[in-house]
């Protein structure tokens, strides 16, 4: 029912910045808690920020705290990773997922995007 697509992904420099979007369908988009995650090649994949539905709670990987902030605008029906001071080990596919319950935990997620990548070089 939820269907979700990531957009802004791409190459920058260490040290730039990007902004992912996820875009959600569907009037009950702003009911859900949102989580962004991300997987290297080689690598599982691993928790990077989450958002509960209202915005008021928000939880982020010990690697991105304070470089990266996530945050929603559900009039467009929009979840947002902005990402700041990138690193080398910043590259991976990046997802969106959506779900009842705010959580770090990828399989309780009930609905995922395809994923856009990111690439930061050195």
């Known amino acids: 029912q939820v269907q979700l697509v990531e957009s802004g992904g791409g190459l920058v420099q260490a040290g730039g910045s990007l902004r992912l979007s996820c875009a959600g369908s569907g009037r009950t988009f702003s009911s859900y808690a949102v989580g962004w995650f991300r997987q290297a090649p080689g690598k599982e994949r691993e928790f990077v920020a989450a958002?509960?539905?209202?915005?008021?709670?928000?939880y982020y990987a010990d690697s991105v705290k304070g470089r990266f902030t996530i945050s929603r605008d559900n009039a467009k029906n929009t979840v947002y990773l902005q990402m700041n001071s990138l690193k080398p080990e910043d590259t991976a596919v990046y997802y969106c997922?959506?779900?009842?319950?705010?959580?770090?935990?990828?399989?309780?997620?009930?609905?995922w995007g395809q994923g856009t990548q990111v690439t930061v070089s050195s």
């Open positions: 958002i509960s539905w209202s915005g008021g709670s928000t």
């Open positions: 997922a959506a779900g009842r319950q705010v959580t770090t935990i990828a399989h309780q997620y009930e609905y």
